[in-house]
Nanobody, 124 residues
Framework: QVQLQESGGGLVQAGGSLRLSCKVSTRASSLLTVAWFHQAPGKERELVAAIDPSGRNAYYEDSIKGRFSITRDITKNLVYLQMNNLKPEDTALYYC?????????????????WGQGTQVTVTS
């Protein structure tokens, strides 16, 4: 049983920062790749960043490279998304998701565990 709980969303002005947290509740967290997706109104849910079970390897979607950072605290079963220099186009519902480390796919369908989402709103 895998449960994911996001926190840290909110309202921020353009140029500001937020840090999202995802609590991974499972005994098998060391076997999971964890990712952050976002979904803006009327748009598809898209992968933002992902981190492997070791916390040493990360993937970033092009539009957020250099602004967002995904990290993992293995001892606390927490995954963070530090978001800096936020832009209005970053406004979306942000979801934490997890998949088995043995799952080779990278898209939404590869992730079978999801949190409820946390809203991020960036004003201009």
């Amino acid at each position: 049983q895998v449960q994911l709980q996001e926190s840290g969303g909110g309202l921020v002005q353009a140029g500001g920062s937020l840090r999202l947290s995802c609590k991974v509740s499972t005994r098998a967290s060391s076997l999971l790749t964890v990712a952050w997706f976002h979904q803006a109104p009327g748009k598809e849910r898209e992968l933002v960043a992902a981190i492997d079970p070791s916390g040493r390897n990360a993937y970033y979607e092009d539009s957020i490279k250099g602004r967002f950072s995904i990290t993992r605290d293995i001892t606390k079963n927490l995954v963070y998304l530090q978001m800096n220099n936020l832009k209005p186009e970053d406004t979306a519902l942000y979801y934490c998701a997890a998949k088995s480390r043995f799952e080779s796919g990278s898209g939404r369908s590869a992730y079978n565990y999801w949190g409820q989402g946390t809203q991020v709103t960036v004003t201009s």
